[in-house]
């Protein structure tokens, strides 16, 4: 089959034919459709992400959606022909969606959304898990609560969003000029965050009490702030990229919790990887009701052009999610 290898940190992906796998046992053989492009993509291929623990010769793609070509021994979901995605590999050295076929671990995989093409569904996994993991399995949402997430028009924050409303929340977001839009289409009250302090906004939004979940979704300062918005004794932070060192004094006054997500654990350590097929059944059926569409950049990218794709996304110019067909 054919497929883009990553052979070098730091160089370009070469196209390359390489053996076709096989279904094995508990695996699904998946004739891939698109694949999305995520910024972890870009720092995988430039060797700055050792989190990812990826293996040269490496396939990248970590998100997949396509149909099922064959099942191996043990699984009974699926069915060749099924239409499936999933968050499936590319990292710790599990071959990943940027090749004609891949073999998956059947736990990964969902039915696709049936209102959606290949490309919608391929860009939904890692950002929806993602959502999920810290919203209801670390912050456990409830309807009525006042949640905040921030950069809320961003591949995590714009599922979230959505997520947190589906379960009948008060949802706010942080967004740059621009972009309030997004984030009101999506249920949302925008934030600006540049023309508000986190004392203000919190002010102005929660009468001062601060807000029962704060969702980072960028890390960094926005973490430390998000310490600062969230509500006395029984406030959730999550976060999925709070890696740096943080001060936690403003997180303690005020009694209030934080959680970590980190979505690749399953893949890298083959723990909990049937709870990812299981929230993606999730998705699916929130996106079958209409309460789940993912934002798509309008570029559209054959597998050949997978470097015009990545140059687009270390851009920052995208309006949404970048998605590879084949």
């Not at 000029?177 to 965050?193: F, L, M, R, T, W």
Request: aromatic share 6%; proline share 4%; with cysteine.
């Amino acid at each position: 089959m054919k497929a883009f290898i990553l052979e070098q940190f730091g160089q370009p992906l070469k196209l390359a034919e390489v053996p076709a796998p096989e279904a094995g046992p508990g695996q699904v053989l998946v004739r891939v459709g698109a694949s999305g492009v995520n910024p972890l993509d870009l720092k995988i291929k430039a060797g700055a992400a050792g989190h990812a623990k990826a293996v040269l010769p490496a396939i990248l793609g970590i998100d997949l959606a396509g149909t099922v070509e064959a099942v191996g021994a043990g699984v009974t979901a699926f069915r060749a022909g099924d239409e499936v995605y999933g968050l499936t590999g590319g990292v710790g050295g599990v071959p990943g969606s940027l090749a004609e076929y891949a073999a998956v671990d059947a736990d990964l995989l969902a039915l696709k959304p049936k209102r959606y093409s290949m490309r919608q569904a391929a860009a939904i996994p890692l950002a929806f898990i993602t959502a999920w993991e810290g919203l209801v399995d670390r912050a456990r949402v409830q309807g009525g609560e006042q949640v905040l997430i921030h950069a809320g028009a961003g591949g995590v924050g714009h599922m979230a969003v959505q997520l947190a409303a589906a379960y009948g929340a008060d949802v706010y977001a942080t967004v740059s000029v621009g972009k309030q839009a997004i984030v009101e289409s999506y249920g949302a009250v925008p934030i600006d965050y540049k023309s508000e302090t986190t004392a203000q906004y919190v002010g102005r939004c929660t009468g001062g009490r601060g807000f029962d979940v704060v969702y980072d979704t960028v890390g960094g300062q926005t973490l430390d702030e998000s310490f600062q918005a969230v509500k006395s004794y029984t406030g959730r932070v999550v976060s999925c990229l709070g890696w740096g060192t943080h001060a936690l004094a403003p997180l303690s006054f005020r009694a209030a919790t934080y959680s970590g997500v980190f979505t690749l654990l399953p893949l890298l350590t083959g723990q909990g990887r049937a709870h990812h097929g299981a929230i993606l059944r999730e998705a699916s059926r929130l996106a079958d009701a209409g309460k789940l569409t993912p934002l798509l950049d309008a570029a559209e990218f054959p597998l050949s052009s997978i470097e015009e794709a990545h140059e687009l996304v270390a851009s920052g110019g995208a309006q949404g999610k970048v998605v590879v067909t084949l």
